[in-house]
């Protein structure tokens, strides 16, 4: 009998031994557990999620005035499940909508399908789950989402949830409740510039392009859908219960802006940094605000403005003296850029003020950030290619300046190599990289320099076998990297784009980050810049009258019709050109002109269009010097007429017609010049354009696009250029996006004649270009434009070349004057 004792004694010892190892082996694997999620929480994000299980309803407060309410959901996996990637979870949650008198609204039964991503491999921690709670044995499968429309519903006060059926599985459901966050319409023009970089990069995570790359109307959409959580109504462990869940970062978290990195509102401009001010389409009342940066500072000093309006000569610059006490330029501008020049450190701010509250223009500021290369560190860049398309790429290349004030002629080699999938390099090569140093960019960064050098860039047409190209650069110089999709259409509103409202417009590029993105910003490789649009400079040639004209007239069977529009400001008129410019003439007054053209000519046979309010027969009389010189009858409202010939020089005219008709005659000059234009008729047809690139740089073709006086409706035209030369895997110095989609508003602010018409009046016209830069070779290209949308209408294809060009021409006398 004592033996038995023994035997039971020494078996409970045994059970109590191993518990007690037991217990110990889960402590401590509770606490390597815990350890572990520690370091997990560095590399999450956390937010609050509440317990769903069917025997309960977890009920919210609907706020006023919502449309939506926003629901993520994450099943709860057993320890032993979260690594089963390719299984799949279903649960159902059931949710009703209730009023305010605790009346049933709706009640639907909504179905998920979850399943577990594949975990983050750590160096030191192993395998980390893409989420994770910070207590328990429980671990999350990935967020599923649920979208819950009000709109329609009549008062929706409260909402209820619970979970209808799961997995076996699956121990519970953790959900997190969202409702939008109003932000008043004042306030969006400055919050997005307000908040942290960090939060920008965050609110953009869906963006196909980085937030650097985000167009004003893409930003307030984010502004105006942000959401703010919602939680349960009740006691804490009595009607609800939390759950803290982490969401892991698949991104290296960018700095925030710290002491005077973080500007105050306005442009940042100082002796070296000019500033940029885009002045809308239409103009106005411009007033431009100057403040100290360091509101400390005592300062007084001056401000040279330099607008740039439309056309080649349409130019004015003011110079004004500020002082604290006086910081403001005001004055009436037509839409243009106005470039901003300080000698002392100041902020600029710009607005329009016809209206009230002002109208504030002072442009977004853009961040970008660049990664330094140098002869130890690549930079590396993933090669995407969409359903084996070629991608097209761009690159680029920057130094970081200390002391803008020491001059530097400094240059280097940039190395790249372009590898396949399995490392091998199927090309290499040198890229010359020259300095010249940049007044419109700068840099955050203090210890490498406040200054920037200007961009200088380079192409690349990569095919199939490309999956990975790398550069490195003799002295250090700092890469910025974009893509583009190579069928993607450019996307261009005329005129917003092309006058002060470019922030609107699609980006021709996006930002393409670096693939060792993380080893790079871990060695502190890379820098924020703080970058502008760099006007364009006029060139002298077209000031001074050296330039070619040219017009392209369509492939195989077209239309046109003349048109006499208004010529573009700023242009020298050239003696050669005054056969196509006509001026208007007073009827029944005597005018005194000179009859101009080329020198060489010694008669002229002029042209004149005539304009009646009437089609009934009327004769109209022409007195050269006093004599009757031209006499016709005519019955039509508009009309050409060919004149006599007559000797170049001073001669009295007078034209003698009924009141209120319009003339128009060549070789003359006048105030209001008008050119006379052919241009094409633009229906259901496609128009194919021959273009002979001459040569090796860049050129640019003009179109002007004109619909039915009255279209109030936009058109889009598209431009596509046939391309199969452009050369592969090789750095180019320019890029010509083969299709582009142009969204053209009708011109309402001026009309022009249809002449060849009685009754057809145009508007006055919207210009749009199509650029040929330099990755294409000398040779012939197709250019088609195809009407996708809007009114029919009349389309001039033409260019302006600068400089002196050597031509032939041939004259024939028909006669002599006598």
Request: with cysteine.
């Amino acid at each position: 009998m004592r033996r038995l004792r023994r035997l039971i004694l020494l078996l409970l010892l045994c059970i109590f031994a191993w518990w007690l190892v037991n217990k110990s082996i889960n402590l401590y694997q509770d606490y390597q557990q815990a350890q572990y999620r520690s370091e997990w929480i560095d590399q999450g994000v956390g937010s609050v999620g509440f317990v769903l299980t069917s025997k309960q309803w977890l009920e919210f407060d609907i706020p006023d005035q919502q449309n939506v309410i926003r629901v993520l959901s994450n099943a709860s996996l057993i320890n032993e499940e979260w690594e089963l990637e390719d299984k799949q979870y279903p649960y159902v949650i059931e949710y009703q909508l209730l009023d305010n008198d605790g009346q049933l609204l709706r009640e639907v039964v909504y179905h998920h399908r979850s399943h577990v991503s594949k975990p983050k491999e750590d160096e030191l921690l192993g395998k980390v789950p893409r989420q994770f709670y910070t207590e328990g044995e429980l671990l999350p499968a990935d967020g599923r989402l649920m979208m819950i429309n009000l709109h329609g519903m009549e008062n929706p006060r409260r909402l209820r949830m619970r979970l209808h059926s799961q997995d076996p599985n699956l121990a519970d459901v953790v959900v997190r409740s969202y409702v939008r966050d109003s932000v008043s319409d004042h306030k969006l023009a400055y919050q997005w510039s307000r908040m942290s970089e960090k939060k920008r990069e965050f609110l953009a995570r869906g963006s196909i392009y980085e937030h650097t790359s985000l167009s004003s109307m893409e930003k307030r959409n984010l502004l105006t859908n942000m959401w703010q959580p919602i939680g349960p109504v009740g006691v804490r462990g009595r009607d609800y219960r939390d759950r803290a869940l982490y969401t892991l970062r698949d991104y290296e978290e960018l700095p925030e802006l710290q002491g005077d990195d973080i500007q105050p509102a306005g442009l940042w401009i100082d002796r070296w940094v000019n500033g940029i001010v885009t002045v809308p389409y239409g103009g106005g009342n411009v007033r431009l605000a100057f403040s100290p940066l360091d509101p400390a500072q005592t300062w007084d000093g001056r401000v040279d403005i330099h607008w740039s309006g439309p056309g080649v000569n349409n130019r004015n610059h003011f110079t004004q003296s500020i002082t604290q006490s006086e910081g403001v330029f005001q004055h009436i501008l037509d839409h243009g850029v106005l470039d901003i020049r300080s000698d002392v450190p100041l902020l600029v701010r710009a607005f329009l003020v016809e209206g009230e509250p002002p109208l504030e223009i002072t442009p977004e500021t853009s961040y970008l950030r660049g990664y330094f290369m140098s002869p130890e560190q690549w930079v590396e860049f993933q090669v995407d290619h969409y359903d084996q398309q070629i991608m097209p790429a761009r690159f680029d290349f920057r130094r970081s300046v200390i002391d803008p004030g020491l001059p530097d002629i400094s240059e280097a080699d940039v190395e790249y190599q372009i590898l396949d999938r399995h490392g091998e390099v199927i090309r290499d090569g040198k890229i010359d990289y020259h300095f010249q140093f940049s007044h419109y960019d700068r840099s955050l960064d203090k210890e490498s320099g406040r200054y920037l050098s200007l961009p200088q860039r380079y192409y690349f047409n990569f095919d199939e076998r490309a999956y990975k190209v790398r550069f490195r650069s003799t002295s250090p110089l700092l890469i910025s990297g974009y893509s583009r999709p190579y069928e993607l259409p450019l996307l261009i509103r005329v005129p917003q784009d092309y006058f002060g409202q470019a922030k609107d417009e699609q980006p021709t590029w996006f930002v393409l980050l670096p693939s060792n993105r993380e080893q790079l910003e871990r060695a502190k490789k890379n820098i924020l810049m703080r970058l502008q649009s760099v006007p364009s400079e006029d060139d002298p040639r077209l000031l001074q009258g050296e330039f070619q004209w040219q017009e392209y007239r369509p492939q195989g069977g077209w239309l046109a019709r003349d048109l006499l529009l208004p010529r573009e400001p700023g242009l020298p008129l050239r003696s050669e050109s005054l056969g196509a410019i006509f001026n208007a003439f007073e009827v029944n007054r005597e005018h005194l002109v000179t009859l101009q053209s080329e020198a060489w000519l010694t008669q002229l046979h002029p042209t004149l269009f005539y304009q009646r309010d009437s089609a009934s027969p009327s004769t109209i009389r022409i007195l050269l010097d006093g004599v009757e010189w031209y006499r016709t009858e005519v019955a039509q409202r508009r009309g050409e007429l060919r004149l006599p010939i007559v000797i170049p020089g001073e001669h009295r005219i007078q034209i003698v017609a009924d009141e209120g008709a319009e003339f128009y005659l060549n070789y003359t000059r006048g105030e209001a010049p008008l050119i006379k234009r052919l241009s094409n008729r633009f229906d259901a047809s496609n128009l194919s354009f021959s273009y002979p690139k001459a040569s090796t740089g860049a050129e640019v073709l003009s179109a002007l696009w004109h619909v039915p006086i009255g279209e109030k409706e936009p058109s889009r035209l598209e431009a596509t250029i046939a391309l199969d030369n452009r050369l592969l895997n090789l750095p180019l110095k320019g890029w010509t996006v083969h299709k582009r989609i142009y969204e053209l508003k009708p011109n309402l602010q001026q009309r022009t004649a249809l002449w060849g018409t009685q009754r057809q009046w145009l508007d006055g016209g919207e210009r749009f270009f199509i650029p040929m830069d330099e990755d294409l070779a000398i040779g012939d290209y197709q250019i088609t434009l195809r009407r996708l949308s809007g009114s029919s209408g009349y389309l001039s294809l033409s260019q302006l070349t600068p400089g002196a060009v050597e031509s032939y021409r041939l004259f024939r006398e028909e006669g002599r004057y006598e």
